[in-house]
C-alpha cells in the first residue's frame, strides 16, 4: 500500500482511540442502533463535510450526497435513501444543503463540457432555465451562488413531491423539509427559508423561500453595481 493511504490508516487508529478515550463503549453503543434525526442532502464536494460542519457524531446525521445536491425524481439511490431515513429511520429534518461556489453549478450555469457529469448538470441547468429571467437580470459575478440557492429550493420541493415523503405526511408523521446553503468562505450555514411541514405547506413555501431569495440578491445586485 502506498505511504498516502497508510496515513488514511494511521488517522482512523488514532481518531477510533481518541473517539472511545472521549466517551467508553461510544463503538458498542452504536452498534445497538442508529437513531439520527437528521437527513442531510448535500454536495459531494470535498470542502463541505456534512457531520463535521454542524459538529455531529456518527449515529447522528444520515447522509446523502452527489454532485450538485439534486434530488432527482427518478433517482433511485437518493430515493432509497429518504425512503429508508423517513420510514424505517423516522428522521424529523430531511435538508437540503447547496453551498457557494459549487463546481457543479458553475458548470451547469455557464455551459462547460466536463463529460458524463453534463448529463447530470442538465438537471441545474433546468433549474437555470426555469429562472432564466431573474439571473440573467443580476451581475454574472452573482448568478452562480444565486443559482446554488435556486437549485437549493428547487431541489427541496422535489424532496416534497416524493411518495415517501407525501405518504409521511399523509399518515401524520412529523417530517420536516428544509433547505440551507453553506459559505465555503465563512464555514457558515444559511436558512434559506425554505422550510415544508405538511402537503398543503408546499406551495406557500416554495413562494415563500423564492420571493426572499430573489429579494435577497437584488439587494445584493444594488450593492455590487453601487445603486
Ligand atoms: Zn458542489
Redesign the pocket.
Known amino acids: 500500500m502506498t505511504d498516502d493511504l497508510q496515513e488514511l490508516f494511521g488517522k482512523n487508529r488514532d481518531w477510533a482511540a481518541a473517539t472511545e478515550a472521549r466517551e467508553p463503549g461510544f463503538f458498542t453503543r452504536l452498534l445497538q442502533q442508529q437513531t439520527p434525526q437528521y437527513l442531510w442532502i448535500g ?3 470535498s470542502r ?1 463535510p456534512a457531520n463535521e460542519l454542524v459538529g455531529l457524531l456518527p449515529g447522528e446525521l444520515f447522509v446523502h450526497r452527489n ?3 439534486l434530488l432527482v425524481h427518478s433517482d433511485l439511490n437518493a430515493l432509497s435513501v429518504i425512503q429508508y431515513a423517513v420510514d424505517a429511520l423516522q428522521v424529523r429534518h430531511i435538508i437540503v444543503v ?2 457557494s461556489n ?4 458553475r458548470a451547469a450555469m455557464e455551459n462547460r463540457r466536463a463529460g458524463l457529469v453534463d448529463n447530470w448538470l442538465r438537471h441545474v441547468q433546468d433549474v437555470r432555465d426555469l429562472h432564466d429571467g431573474f439571473l440573467a437580470g443580476l451581475h454574472e459575478s452573482l448568478r452562480v451562488d444565486a443559482l446554488v440557492e435556486l437549485n437549493v429550493l428547487e431541489q427541496a420541493r422535489n424532496v416534497c413531491r416524493t411518495t415517501v415523503v407525501g405518504d409521511a405526511w399523509q399518515r401524520g408523521q412529523s417530517v420536516v423539509v428544509h433547505g440551507w446553503v453553506y459559505g465555503l468562505h465563512n464555514g457558515l450555514l444559511e436558512d434559506l427559508q425554505i422550510t415544508a411541514t405538511s402537503l398543503d405547506d408546499v406551495g406557500l413555501a416554495y413562494d415563500t423561500g423564492l420571493a426572499q431569495l430573489k429579494q435577497r440578491w437584488r439587494q445584493r445586485q444594488a450593492q455590487v453595481v453601487g445603486v
Open positions: 454536495c459531494a464536494d463541505v454532485v450538485a445536491n447547496g453551498h459549487c463546481g457543479g453549478v
